[in-house]
């Protein structure tokens, strides 16, 4: 198959010396994308040199405007960059591979030893700090998201169809794209204003002569090795299973993941704990916690989904059946991830001048402040008061809280790691760590 590489890239890189980089950066990769994006800059462009500063931002920018995480696209971007497909796969794949294995394994010991005291402790602190985790993911989305009065609306308006009418999310992102593309026809004033000027973020990258029977050729590989497998899970094992039913809900999960891990948590909180019963949605407070902990990107608690999924419903010993579970959620997550690059890449200074595009996206990012808003309501929800249930009055849903159950010593670890985070802007690690050892001491006291 012919690579489609760019034959403008700085240097010539070994490709085993850019598979040593890329693995150190998959090392390094804690902290989330903008500490992942940062080591990568400092790797790729500052120390190695093998980027410039624009191919940088221009690889950054197609990326963000992707579904999926954009550390791990970006990575595989400056793979493709290097070496063309097989240098994109191998970057994408070593960045998430620490990761995948971390959280395999911390899944493990979460269905295996989840209810001894001290795991429990642990992950009871954890479920508290992660909700302070999303309200400061959500101050940063909407300080960017929402640059005019439009945006705004089509946030609250986001909001309201998610938490209260129980809207699917896909069916969310779809009326925010429509309503963008519409705005940008009909009264693009109503828009936020660029920040910026085209050429400050335009790249020296050119791809000559478009090959465009290579990229087909490489987009319809890239299709069958996400769609055979899923249509030989269907036809083999059939709807219901649980095999089958993840690696359909995790394609289509890749296609919608607009706005990051913290917005397809909403999604995943809708169909994964509501409609298949894999996990309560207390375990995906777990697993958002551990996913906090480890390499690699934030959505590989979509990983911890499948485990407990494949534990619980496999029909099978159990870490067995969560492995399994966890590697169909990794290959449907992650495969649509090398297609979107390797089919876009050659194409991304086209996708950069298509405006409607721009503010369809624009209208998406800002409907994921909303999606996020009813993360945040919704975790709070679970980690204060416990289980609760939706009841319907007249077209919307609104939850049945038993205030009596109010937990204050979960409010109070929030709290904490909420000011810790947001007003002293400490590390992450230090507060989900500090949560933890205060998670026990609860247990252990109670």
């Not at 796969?89 to 493990?108: K, R």
């Not at 990051?260 to 916690?289: F, I, K, N, R, S």
């Not at 979509?302 to 579970?325: H, Q, R, T």
């Amino acid at each position: 198959m012919t690579d489609i590489s760019n034959p403008h890239a700085p240097l010539d890189v070994p490709p085993a010396e850019a598979a040593r980089a890329f693995a150190r950066i998959g090392l390094l990769s804690f902290g989330g994308p903008a500490a992942q994006i940062a080591v990568m800059h400092r790797i790729l462009v500052e120390e190695k040199g093998w980027l410039t500063e624009k191919q940088f931002l221009h690889a950054l920018n197609f990326c963000m405007l992707l579904p999926g995480p954009e550390a791990m696209q970006l990575a595989t971007y400056a793979g493709w960059l290097m070496h063309g497909v097989r240098g994109g796969l191998i970057a994408g794949l070593l960045f998430i591979a620490p990761g995948l294995v971390m959280m395999l394994g911390l899944s493990a010991v979460f269905v295996v030893a989840g209810d001894v005291p001290v795991v429990a402790g642990l992950l009871y602190g954890l479920k508290a700090a992660v909700l302070a985790v999303v309200v400061q993911a959500l101050i940063k989305v909407s300080g960017r998201a929402l640059g005019s009065a439009a945006m705004i609306v089509i946030a609250i308006a986001a909001f309201v169809g998610i938490a209260l009418l129980r809207l699917p999310f896909p069916l969310i992102i779809a009326l925010a794209a429509l309503t963008g593309a519409v705005l940008h026809m009909a009264a693009p004033h109503l828009l936020p204003a660029a920040k910026g000027s085209d050429e400050a973020h335009a790249s020296s990258i050119t791809v000559r002569g478009q090959d465009h029977g290579a990229v087909a050729r490489t987009t319809v590989l890239w299709l069958a090795i996400w769609l055979v497998p899923l249509a030989a899970l269907l036809v083999l094992l059939g709807r219901g299973d649980v095999f089958a039913d993840a690696a359909l809900f995790f394609s289509q999960t890749a296609i919608v993941t607009f706005g990051g891990a913290y917005a397809v948590l909403a999604y995943v909180g809708q169909q994964a704990v509501d409609l298949h019963g894999w996990l309560t949605p207390g375990e995906m407070l777990a697993g958002l916690g551990l996913a906090e902990t480890t390499l690699g990107p934030l959505v590989l608690v979509l990983v911890f989904v499948g485990f407990v999924g494949g534990a619980s419903l496999g029909g099978m010993e159990p870490l067995v059946g969560g492995l399994l579970g966890g590697l169909v959620a990794a290959f449907f997550t992650f495969v649509p991830c090398f297609l979107w690059i390797f089919a876009g890449a050659p194409y991304v200074e086209a996708l950069r001048n298509v405006r409607w595009l721009a503010a369809s996206l624009a209208a998406i990012t800002a409907a994921v402040v909303g999606v996020i808003a009813n993360l945040a309501v919704w975790f709070g929800l679970n980690v204060l008061f416990g289980a609760f249930e939706n009841v319907r009055t007249g077209p919307f849903f609104v939850p049945d809280i038993d205030w009596a159950g109010f937990d204050r010593v979960a409010a109070a670890i929030g709290i904490a790691a909420a000011v810790a985070l947001i007003r002293f802007k400490l590390g992450l690690f230090a507060v989900l760590g500090a949560a933890a050892v205060a998670g026990v001491l609860a247990t252990m006291m109670v």
